[in-house]
């Protein structure tokens, strides 16, 4: 079994189908350049006037504390989704079974303590569409490597711009979890789970680059409310 | 000072090993929180917890602090890679805990020389190592193992927070590093690598109880 | 860095004497070295001041460490209550065709549009996927006649997943509506229900979309719309979709009285209102 290090975490390395990617941006009715454009124009990317998302350029600028705290509430919300969707779902099975039930409780506290935390400042959640990366084990797996190694970085990136000691402490101590998860992750998928003496940050405006072209965050609400008037059979 | 990627070929997962994870046991969410609980607890020495978060003065960080807090992780990180390095020859480890321990010393190892070069003429000479069966028995390995690995990243989430923002970004890259390797050994062991969601610090007091043993001079 | 700034000047020594390895600081320069000289001869002699920075290292009692903010002193990681009992939805994010198998040679089961005859998005509840030649597809419940229609259509014309936890039955011997939630009962009203020749269909079935704020008070002031279809009234403008909604004749509640629809107490349906998301199934017995 090879050993594959994971360096750049460049999500084109997923056995996401391309073609859905182009799909999804026709059907939001802009193109992928447009999107981006509309995202650091509105500084946040939002949904109906509530923050759900930080914009490339907004994280890239944010220092303080409230925003820090958010942009890994982001985090936390990406990956509690993903874990929980695949629990739900059901697909996998053994050891990459309770890697997903373990780890998914994990970030689901984490969600519910930064929630707690900011209080009214806390971002919305966002829907996600993970693009059947959760379907399957294999998809799942590589998906959740990046996941955690991109946890990690962006935990790292942070900390040193964090002004409140507590704050810092409670990155800290997440960070550290975030690469435990890393490891277990890496391990079931036959990689090596501490791949390089040192781990390298990454700032927030990369993190959200990353993340935004996965295009797992979905930004328009399905239309399921109307106020047409019914043409039931009565 | 940038790390080199090491390149290592990973050794495939024995059959016992994949089938320790298939074990109804282990997926019973009953046992998954028993061992959540159960697992950070055993390890730090069940002392960590309310003692250790209790309302205390926060040191200013300085220079000063810095240097003091980055002598003690050389210790840490020497006693680590003296201890791989002494497994390798005397342990007799086979399969993937060959790979670990090879893997994981000559990491800790650059975390050594990563801290020597940042202390300078500070860094002085390591001390002498006694580690016992730890090193000829290949279960007591992995259990020393995880100790050192669980303490040692006790010690630098309890510490990392009063280090000045450049130090601590340096610190953040070795930090995360050792939380896989505790990772690695727990999963070694048919542990759950990560028992419980945010991590515990170590004191440093606490912390001498486990690494004193080990330390002969 | 920072601390090379900071290196040890020759002859300044923290010294500490070290006692069964636990190490106690002291400073100074005269008496540490005075101190060193009475009680470690040996390293005098060696003339190794090297190792008592280690000592020192290892004496070090440590900076306490901040105190974790208390939201994340988390003493209880709670599992998923029940994590596959959960429905999942998404919504048709364009018009596709659903199929027999999870394969396009497969035959045609028939169209599933990217919106509902409401004008809202279109979606559907899924219970099964399967990967065939590296792409997905999902087997799903169809708004189509026969009634529990089902088919598979490709992953990629859907959107992403929401679960839901309810469960609407709907028994049209005893004309009651009870829902679920985690398998617990949260609500329960009387309802009307298909007279004979307008039956309301029986079998599985999902809420789709939910119409509010219209000004026909047949409906009531809320109406579901569902993915199930009379069976007799196929001509009905909008293919004669069964909702679930309040109504202007509440005296006729119980009853077998409608053209298929459920039919609930104004009151009852602002309360199911309050509690029934969209995706959740109804299962009309």
């Not at chain 1, 009214?120 to 379907?135: M, Q, Y």
């Not at chain 2, 993937?96 to 000559?106: L, M, N, P, R, S």
């Not at chain 2, 300078?120 to 002498?128: H, L, R, V």
Request: with cysteine; glycine share 8%; net charge positive.
């Amino acid at each position: 079994m090879l050993s594959r290090d994971i360096q750049a975490l460049a999500f084109a390395d997923f056995d996401i189908d391309g073609a859905v990617r182009d799909t999804c941006a026709s059907m939001q009715g802009h193109t992928r350049s447009t999107f981006l454009r509309r995202t650091v124009a509105a500084g946040v990317t939002a949904l109906g006037g509530v923050a759900v998302w930080p914009s490339a350029a907004s994280a890239a600028e944010a220092r303080s504390d409230v925003a820090i705290l958010n942009f890994a509430l982001a985090l936390e919300y990406l990956q509690a989704s993903f874990y929980t969707e695949a629990e739900r779902i059901g697909a996998l099975h053994g050891a990459l079974k309770q890697q997903a039930d373990v780890v998914g409780a994990h970030e689901r506290a984490h969600v519910k303590a930064f929630r707690e935390l900011l209080g009214s400042k806390a971002i919305k959640e966002p829907r996600f569409n993970f693009h059947g990366v959760t379907e399957s084990p294999d998809t799942f797996r590589s998906t959740a490597v990046a996941f955690e190694d991109l946890a990690v970085a962006a935990y790292k990136g942070q900390a040193p711009l964090i002004k409140s000691r507590s704050y810092l402490a409670g990155a800290i101590a997440i960070h550290s979890v975030e690469a435990r998860h890393a490891a277990w992750i890496r391990r079931l998928a036959g990689f090596l789970p501490a791949p390089k003496a040192f781990d390298e940050p990454l700032d927030a405006h990369r993190v959200v680059e990353i993340v935004n072209s996965t295009h797992f965050v979905t930004l328009r609400d399905p239309q399921t409310s109307s106020r047409t008037r019914p043409r039931f059979t009565g | 000072m940038r790390s080199r990627d090491l390149g290592n070929s990973f050794v495939p997962l024995t059959d016992a090993a994949q089938e320790r994870h298939n074990l109804p046991g282990w997926l019973s969410r009953a046992s998954l929180l028993k061992r959540a609980m159960a697992g950070c607890g055993a390890l730090a020495g069940g002392a960590v917890g309310a003692t250790q978060l209790a309302a205390s003065p926060v040191a200013r960080r300085s220079a000063a602090t810095d240097h003091a807090i980055l002598r003690y992780a050389l210790v840490i990180e020497r006693l680590q890679a003296a201890f791989y390095a002494q497994a390798l020859r005397t342990a007799h480890l086979t399969g993937e805990t060959h790979q670990f321990a090879k893997v994981v010393g000559q990491e800790e190892q650059a975390h050594v020389k990563f801290l020597e070069a940042a202390l300078g003429s500070a860094a002085g000479k390591s001390p002498g190592f006694r580690f016992g069966d730890a090193v000829t028995d290949p279960a007591k390995f992995l259990t020393a193992a995880i100790s050192l690995e669980e303490t040692g990243l006790g010690v630098y989430n309890g510490q990392a927070v009063n280090l000045t923002p450049e130090t601590l970004a340096d610190a953040a890259r070795i930090v995360s590093v050792e939380a896989r390797h505790a990772a690695w050994a727990r999963a070694l062991a048919g542990e759950l690598p990560a028992p419980v969601p945010v991590d515990r610090p170590v004191s440093v007091s606490r912390a001498k109880q486990t690494f004193g043993r080990f330390i002969s001079a | 860095m920072r601390h090379r700034r900071h290196r040890r000047e020759a002859g300044v020594v923290r010294g500490a004497v070290a006692l069964d390895k636990l190490a106690v600081l002291v400073t100074g320069f005269a008496v540490t070295f005075a101190a060193v000289a009475l009680l470690s001869p040996r390293l005098l002699a060696s003339g190794s001041v090297v190792r008592h920075q280690l000592a020192a290292a290892t004496s070090f009692s440590g900076t306490p460490p901040a105190q974790l903010p208390s939201a994340l002193d988390i003493q209880r990681v709670v599992p998923l209550s029940d994590p596959t009992g959960a429905t999942r939805w998404a919504p048709v994010l364009r018009a596709t065709t659903a199929r027999s198998r999870p394969t396009v040679r497969s035959a045609t089961v028939g169209p599933l549009p990217a919106r509902t005859p409401d004008g809202t998005t279109n979606i559907v509840v899924a219970d099964g996927e399967a990967t065939a030649r590296g792409t997905q597809w999902v087997h799903v419940r169809l708004a189509l006649l026969p009634n529990d229609t089902q088919g598979w259509v490709p992953r990629n014309a859907l959107g992403g997943w929401s679960f839901v936890e309810t469960r609407l039955v709907i028994s049209r011997a005893r004309l009651t509506a009870t829902l679920f939630r985690a398998g617990h009962v949260i609500f329960r009203a009387p309802v009307g229900v298909g007279a004979r020749g307008t039956p309301t269909p029986a079998g599985t079935f999902y809420v789709r979309d939910r119409l509010t704020g219209f000004t026909n008070p047949m409906y009531g002031p809320l109406a579901f719309g569902t993915n199930a279809r009379s069976p007799t009234l196929t001509d009905w403008p909008g293919g004669g979709v069964v909702g679930i909604h309040g109504t202007d004749q509440p005296n006729l509640i119980p009853g077998r009285i409608s053209h298929g629809c459920v039919r609930l107490t104004n009151t009852s349906i602002v309360r199911l209102g309050k509690l029934m998301p969209i995706g959740t199934p109804v299962v009309i017995q």
